[in-house]
């Protein structure tokens, strides 16, 4: 019999792009059988597929879900707002509301401007800091992630030379090469772009160091260049300010997205008091970008994390997971490498090259009610609570002993 998610499945290939009718990282065609494409709801920690399947959420939506699903003071903020009006002939309120909860909020921000998606705010940045320095080069680490727009899309299919001809490349944590794209520059940088630590897809996760970060602030210093931190993804996890407020190192811009509105559409770009002339000088706009709906459930989400200690509650819930993950991969004789910070976790076992016991381990998981992505880093929630972590743990022990069954039997590998 053929299956709700099938069904769906179908018929958007009918009338969709791709296979299974689904493109960019939604699509489940790269991911191992049993994975649904199409979901019904979420609630707290939870979703549920349309074939009524319910799974531990350690994906989180891909980030934009910080407090869980339908927080209900953010829906009711939402709710609140829907009901005077969304998308105006003009913004309301809530825009500058929030703009000056930014620049309260986020270390060395004086300004404040939105859009809707990663990309835009990304995008904003390297212009910004272009129309700032009249130059064209910005400085990207190898493999980084920095959204979908033709200068910095991972396929370049569609798109041409000269978008990437602004980029120039460097390795993460690595100042020398830094310096060497500095050098193949001859010095012509307008921005520094980097994410607060190397969470590339299919790798393990990699912290900035202290001296990398703080080098990177020496060099744009030099330059006069402008240091961009690509907070969208792990912004508002780590830290409530910048990301890197802990070492001491402020951005000049910063693009933000995904948690600060948990789950509604916004993005934001923050930057200094030096770069506002700049900023005023580019053109960029969007016709949902004033919506005030979104605006509205950011400033609900972003007063949770405050009042309620959101950070340090994300980051002992992904503790508590990471320890139980080590128990029981050394139960059953497995070596794991746990990477990245304990709020954005990520588990490969050692020796798994070509990651078939990760993809095993995520598939038994799924079987058994944990949804997790065996090639991109997850995400935990507020409402991932002690007991939402031990049904995770619950799920994950079959899922390891599956992994030992297989390196035993010589299936996926010694």
């Known amino acids: ?70 927080h209900p003071d953010v829906d009711a903020a939402a709710g609140a707002q829907q009901a005077l009006g969304d998308v105006l002939n003009g913004p309301g309120r809530p825009m500058v509301e929030l703009a000056e909860l930014l620049t309260d909020t986020v270390s060395g921000a004086d ?33 980084a992630y920095h959204g979908s727009a033709p200068w910095c899309t991972p396929r370049l299919d569609g798109t041409i030379a000269e978008d990437r001809g602004g980029v120039e490349r460097y390795v993460f944590n690595d100042l020398a090469s830094v310096e060497a794209a500095v050098q193949r520059r001859d010095g012509d940088v307008a921005g520094i772009l980097v994410s607060p630590f190397k969470h590339d897809a299919g790798h393990d996760q990699e912290l900035v160091t202290a001296e990398f970060a703080r080098g990177l602030r020496a060099i744009c210093d030099r330059l006069g260049a402008a240091l961009i931190i690509d907070e969208v993804r792990a912004g508002f996890r780590l830290n409530l300010g910048s990301s890197w407020d802990d070492l001491g190192v402020a951005a000049d811009l910063s693009a933000w997205g995904k948690a600060m509105a948990n789950g509604y559409a916004l993005s934001a770009v923050t930057g200094t008091a030096s770069l506002r002339e700049a900023a005023t000088r580019i053109y960029v706009t969007g016709s949902y970008w ?55 976790p990520y588990l490969t076992f050692e020796g798994d090259t070509e990651r078939r016991r990760l993809r095993l381990f995520a598939q038994q998981a799924l079987a058994n009610g944990l949804f997790l992505h065996p090639g991109h880093n997850w995400f935990l929630s507020l409402a991932h609570t002690d007991a939402e972590i031990d049904r995770a743990l619950e799920a994950s022990e079959p899922a390891f002993a599956a992994v030992r069954d297989q390196v035993e039997a010589g299936a996926v590998g010694a």
């Open 1 to 70: 019999m053929t299956t709700p998610n099938a069904a769906l499945s179908s018929r958007a290939a009918a009338v969709m792009p791709w296979k299974d009718g689904l493109y960019g990282h939604m699509t489940t065609a790269s991911l191992p059988s049993g994975y649904p494409q199409f979901y019904e709801r979420g609630d707290a920690a939870r979703v549920w597929d349309v074939d009524g399947n319910s799974y531990v959420d350690l994906m989180c939506s891909w980030g934009p879900i910080v407090l869980g699903h339908h």
């Open 111 to 143: 300004w404040a401007m939105f859009a809707k998606n990663g990309t835009d705010a990304t995008t904003i940045c390297t212009m910004v800091a272009r129309a700032a320095t009249g130059r064209d080069a910005i400085l990207v680490a190898e493999g």
């Open 290 to 344: 004033y919506g005030n709906v979104a605006m509205a459930a950011a400033l609900a989400t972003l007063k949770v994390l405050r009042e309620e200690d959101g950070i340090a509650r994300l980051r002992s819930a992904g503790q508590r997971l990471r320890d139980g993950f080590a128990a029981q991969a050394e139960a059953h004789g497995l070596a794991i490498n746990q990477t990245g910070p304990p709020q954005m």
